[in-house]
């Protein structure tokens, strides 16, 4: 099982930047997909989730209008593109697989917000 998250990085207060997970050694479309992120000394926190068909969304308040999660599952990537960054959305991205007591995670791609 893999989970490889892609597309992180620098960039500008007010800018965009999508995120990428591509998922291999499971059947991704039976699974309900998340973005989680972390800052040091802090707990994970969910930023977003999408259900295994993409039929449903869920958002953290602080992400609501600005981020968006999507899924492809006939490629088997999952997305999450954030809009109007700010410099608290600066953490470390997760891409998580879950399906009733299951969770894979990914290693992680680290977002920095800064002029």
């Known amino acids: 099982v893999q989970l490889v998250e892609s597309g992180g990085g620098l960039v500008q207060p007010g800018g965009s930047l999508r995120v990428s997970c591509a998922a291999s050694?499971?059947?991704?479309?039976?699974?309900?997909m998340s973005w989680y992120r972390q800052t040091p000394g802090k707990e994970r926190e969910l930023v977003a989730s999408?259900?295994?068909?993409?039929?449903?969304?869920n958002y953290a308040d602080s992400v609501k209008g600005r981020f968006t999660i999507s899924r492809d599952n006939v490629k088997r990537m999952v997305y999450l593109q954030m809009n109007s960054l700010k410099s608290e959305d600066t953490a470390v991205y997760y891409c998580n697989a879950r399906r009733w007591r299951i969770d894979y995670w990914g290693q992680g791609t680290q977002v920095t917000v800064s002029s």
């Open positions: 999408i259900s295994s068909v993409g039929g449903t969304t």
């Open positions: 050694g499971f059947t991704f479309s039976t699974y309900d």
